[in-house]
């Protein structure tokens, strides 16, 4: 497929509204590009690689000003002024690319873009620059416009992964039946580009035994929430229960290369590559007796001298690409360990949790690990019992517990009452905390407006229509240092107007729009019903909002299609709104 058919359908997304409509022309296009399905996949997402792989073009606006002034007929100080006037160097390239338009197919911008990621070291800035211009040169206009989206991170189509997995099921067999099979076989392997390849390859059967692949993401098990260990016990018979910590959620993997080298690496519930923050944990890892393993744990900074854990963000300041070795010598960490998922070759997911679990402690007291640590997992025959436990989790300073029913399967990426959380949060407050993702933010006025941010509008997700809508505007909770942080970074990804899947009332445009990707847990002390707000209103006059939120803290480790939901918001609303 020529890379203009892509370019003319990622112009077609980005018009329209209708997640029915992006489905529609998404698997239109896959099915005429499937002999290009992965490329087509990754250049979708903005990438040239699955979303877990580390990549960056280090490329910025001012060698894409050069390139577009090198391959069209206007100069430097030309494009840097209409840049300014616009905001958009896609749109500028638009205006007065060459354009020999020579048909070049997905595969060979893919190539293109690949070496530009991989141009480094001396003389790299002037070789990319001539590659881009090169590339800009033999594109038509409308591709170079989205070559240049793609490379600066701004290729905002409307759609998350919910929607390519539909397309996905609607181009094979016309209909969204087969969604939850290919959803499953993404949730075990999050290589959303193989799936779609193996998916055109050998059919829908061949993505229904698809076995856990170390060195690839798992989608983490995610939980349900209650109000009290009653309400769990009367859930599950004599559940596990388990501490929740206040860290990271951390996903290792254990593997071999073709030469039988071991190597780790370990993921973010995000899927986002975090080995390089814990060289500590990886020197364990890679000694122990197993060719293979893929463990999920918890990671928490840890004091051993004074057995106390740091907040979450200390250990959050392990995600830094600068003195990491000094970093982790100040932040010593254990990653409890509460589930097993792989070893040996074997994917064990489909066992139940007594058995998984009887099989990790095993493993950990054979290789007698340090930093590794099997976490505590009682079994809870009574309420009394559940109790007792649940309040020494919050006397030891941790966030609560998790519960979860002993002959279960571990299913990746599903939220159940196989798995249940019970915060401190819950017992004391009428809510848990809630995690929303940024929209936007408004200016304010006097001293709110020092840093240039007075309020944030913040949504939360709404998967059935793969969106994302409104639920506060949030002006408490914001220290100067938490301002100026992110009025940098929002400013980093704001756009010119909403993304088609953002729902947002006209009397809430905020003043300045940013890209829904930086996720904020938010306290409040109810749930209402509000005419401004869009979460929930599903076409009726009301939604859901927040009464008196604050922001607690800014979430690195999430994605934003991992936050709370309108489903969610409901069923805690229930006896309040």
């Known amino acids: 497929m020529v890379f203009k058919q892509l370019a003319g359908v990622f112009s077609e997304l980005e018009r329209t509204s209708s997640r029915l409509a992006k489905i529609s022309l998404l698997s239109q296009l896959f099915e005429e590009g499937k002999a290009d399905i992965s490329e087509i996949i990754y250049l979708s997402e903005g990438r040239v690689a699955p979303f877990f792989v580390n990549f960056e073009f280090n490329i910025g606006n001012a060698l894409i000003e050069k390139a577009i002034a090198r391959s069209s007929n206007i100069s430097l100080d030309e494009v840097k002024k209409e840049y300014d006037e616009i905001g958009d160097l896609g749109d500028v390239v638009f205006n007065h690319a060459v354009s020999l338009d020579e048909d070049l197919t997905i595969r060979d911008v893919f190539a293109t873009l690949e070496t530009l990621v991989h141009t480094n070291g001396k003389d790299s800035t002037e070789k990319k620059t001539a590659i881009l211009a090169d590339l800009l040169i033999k594109l038509d206009k409308q591709s170079a416009r989205y070559v240049i989206r793609i490379i600066l991170g701004k290729l905002r189509l409307g759609f998350s992964d919910k929607t390519v997995l539909d397309a996905l099921s609607v181009s094979i067999h016309k209909d969204k039946t087969k969604r939850a099979v290919i959803e499953r076989a993404f949730y075990r392997c999050s290589d959303l580009g193989y799936i779609a390849k193996l998916l055109y390859e050998k059919g829908i059967e061949g993505l229904e035994h698809i076995s856990l692949i170390p060195s690839v993401p798992v989608f983490a098990k995610l939980v349900e929430r209650s109000s009290s260990v009653e309400e769990i016990m009367k859930r599950i018979t004599d559940p596990v229960f388990q501490p929740k910590y206040d860290g990271m959620r ?178 004391s407050e009428l809510n848990d905390t809630i995690d929303t993702v940024i929209l936007g933010y408004y200016f304010g006025y006097g001293q709110r407006s020092k840093f240039g941010i007075g309020a944030l509008l913040v949504g939360i997700y709404n998967p059935q229509e793969d969106r994302y809508e409104t639920i506060a505007k949030i002006g408490t909770g914001l220290s100067d240092e938490m301002l100026q942080r992110l009025k940098k970074e929002l400013d980093e990804i704001k756009v010119g107007q909403m993304e088609s899947n953002v729902i947002v009332d006209k009397k809430l445009i905020p003043d300045v729009i940013v890209d829904p990707s930086i996720v904020i847990e938010v306290r409040a002390d109810e749930i209402t019903k509000s005419l401004n707000h869009t979460a929930g209103r599903n076409g009726g006059l009301t939604g859901y909002a927040l009464r008196f939120p604050r922001l607690v803290r800014i979430r690195d480790d999430k994605r934003a299609d991992e936050i709370t939901t309108v489903e969610e918001i409901g069923k805690i609303a229930k006896p309040h709104a």
């Open 250 to 427: 951390a996903q290792i993997h254990l593997f071999m290369d073709e030469a039988g080298q071991k190597h780790v690496k370990i993921f973010s519930r995000g899927l986002e590559d975090l080995t390089d923050m814990f060289p500590d944990l990886v020197r364990e890892v890679v000694m122990m007796k197993a060719d293979s393993l893929i463990l999920d744990s918890e990671v928490i900074g840890f004091n051993s001298v004074t057995e106390e854990f740091f907040p979450f963000q200390e250990t959050m300041h392990r995600k830094r690409k600068y003195n990491v070795t000094e970093t982790s010598d100040k932040i010593p960490i254990r990653s409890f360990v509460f589930d097993l998922l792989y070893i040996n070759g074997m994917d064990i997911t489909d066992e139940y949790l007594d058995i998984r679990l009887a099989k990790l402690e095993k493993l950990l007291k054979e290789n007698n690990t340090k930093i590794l640590c099997m976490s505590d997992s009682p079994i809870m025959h009574s309420l009394e019992e559940g109790e007792k436990y649940f309040m020494k989790c919050i006397e030891e300073g941790l966030e609560g517990i998790i519960a979860k029913d002993r002959i279960k399967a571990y299913l990746p990426g599903t939220r159940n009452y196989d798995w249940i959380k019970l915060k401190r949060a819950s017992v």
